[in-house]
């Protein structure tokens, strides 16, 4: 059994990962993956290949790129605590767009 290739997309519930195996000794070809794991029969390698550009179509890569973790936000007030605005008024503030 070989894999061939991997795609993954993240999705609301993670990242889905989609995998692409071929299977010499009983001479089939699968796509297996997902988030519920669903396997799809390819009938021979290119079938297989045109499954795998499909999911290339539906937004699938083979490396998912460096997500920003959250506490990277510019915080524009230094002190929240010290400042006499209103939570709200703060969050109205950090909302607004920054021209530096």
Not at 10 to 29: I, L, P, Y
Not at 71 to 98: N, R
Request: charged share 25%.
């Amino acid at each position: 059994m070989n894999i061939i290739a991997s795609l993954r997309k993240r999705t609301a519930k993670g990242v889905s990962t989609w995998t692409f195996v071929v299977d010499n000794e009983m001479k089939v070809c699968y796509a297996v993956g997902g988030e519920d794991l669903k396997v799809i029969r390819a009938t021979d390698r290119n079938h297989l290949r045109q499954i795998y550009t499909k999911f290339q179509s539906y937004g699938y890569v083979r490396k998912l790129s460096e997500r920003k973790p959250a506490s990277s936000q510019k915080q524009y007030i230094s002190d929240p605590w010290a400042s006499s605005l209103t939570p709200e008024l703060q969050q109205e503030l950090e909302a607004l767009p920054c021209s530096v």
